[in-house]
């Protein structure tokens, strides 16, 4: 399976960007999916993971309320809405797949199972 991330970009203090990750190759619905980012200088961190029926997500804590998770199966694509973004969210953001046999979608950047990703979009987020 292949893992394309696309909607990345420019954006001043306040915007807002759609990114998506579109699956092909193998049908994505059988995964959960996580959102992960790693900016310049820091360790990758988990930002948002999905349930495979998309009833279940998680965040983490600097991005609630301002991110939502979504996805639409029949299209095998993910998508992660960013609102009122912020300089701190300025980083390259990747989506990875979890092995279908995990249950349950994980945040931690050193969980198991993570083995699909794709290859990262820029997102740029200037005051």
């Known amino acids: 399976m292949r893992l394309e991330e696309s909607g990345g970009g420019s954006v001043q203090a306040g915007g807002s960007l759609r990114l998506s990750c579109t699956a092909s190759?193998?049908?994505?619905?059988?995964?959960?999916v996580t959102w992960y980012r790693q900016a310049p200088g820091k360790g990758r961190e988990g930002v948002s993971c999905?349930?495979?029926?998309?009833?279940?997500?998680s965040y983490i804590d600097s991005v609630k309320g301002r991110f939502v998770i979504s996805r639409d199966n029949p299209k095998d694509t993910v998508y992660l809405q960013m609102n009122n973004l912020k300089p701190e969210d300025t980083a390259v953001y990747y989506c990875?797949?979890?092995?279908?046999?995990?249950?349950?979608?994980?945040?931690?950047?050193?969980?198991?199972?993570?083995?699909?990703w794709g290859q990262g979009t820029q997102v740029t987020v200037s005051s």
């Open positions: 999905v349930s495979k029926d998309g009833k279940n997500s």
């Open positions: 190759g193998y049908p994505l619905p059988y995964f959960t």
């Open positions: 990875a797949a979890r092995d279908p046999g995990w249950p349950t979608c994980s945040l931690d950047p050193g969980a198991s199972g993570f083995g699909w």
